[in-house]
C-alpha cells in the first residue's frame, strides 16, 4: 500500500513562490505516473501537473504552464510542485496522486482514477 504526504503550503504573497513535497512511503515504479490536483471552495478538482515517474515526460495545464515545476527525487522518495509567480486564483487545496500505469498520451493523467492520493496541503495567495 503507498502512502503519500503531502507538505509545503501556507500564505505567500501575489508573486511570491513555494515547493510542495510529496512524500511516498512504499513504492513507485517508473512506470506510475504522478500528479499535482488541486481543489479550491466551490469548486471542482483540476489537474495541474503530471509526470512519468521515469522523469521522462511532464505535462502542464495551460493555467500554471511556465510558473510551476514538476520533479522527483528519488533517493528521496519524494515529488515536488515548485510554484512560481503565484497568483491569488491559485489558491486551493492541493493533493498529490499516483496512478499505477503509465498514462498515454500523458495530458490524459488528469482524468484517470488515480489509486493513491494523499490527504492535501492548503495553499493561499493573498497580500
Known amino acids: 500500500q503507498l502512502q503519500l504526504v503531502e507538505s509545503g503550503g501556507g500564505l505567500v504573497q501575489p508573486g511570491g513562490s513555494l515547493r510542495l513535497s510529496c512524500v511516498a512511503s512504499g513504492f513507485i515504479s517508473d512506470t506510475y505516473t504522478i500528479s499535482w490536483f488541486r481543489q479550491a471552495p466551490g469548486k471542482e478538482r483540476e489537474g495541474v501537473s503530471c509526470?512519468?515517474?521515469?522523469?521522462?515526460?511532464?505535462n502542464y495545464a495551460d493555467s500554471v504552464k511556465g510558473r510551476f515545476t514538476i520533479s522527483r527525487d528519488n533517493a528521496q522518495n519524494t515529488v515536488y510542485l515548485q510554484m512560481n509567480n503565484l497568483k491569488p486564483e491559485d489558491t486551493a487545496v492541493y493533493y498529490c496522486?499516483?496512478?499505477?500505469?503509465?498514462?498515454?498520451?500523458?495530458?490524459?493523467?488528469?482524468?484517470?482514477?488515480?489509486?493513491?492520493w494523499g490527504q492535501g496541503t492548503q495553499v493561499t495567495v493573498s497580500s
Open positions: 496522486a499516483v496512478y499505477a500505469s503509465p498514462v498515454w498520451p500523458l495530458s490524459r493523467c488528469y482524468i484517470v482514477r488515480s489509486n493513491y
Open positions: 509526470m512519468h515517474a521515469s522523469g521522462r515526460n511532464t
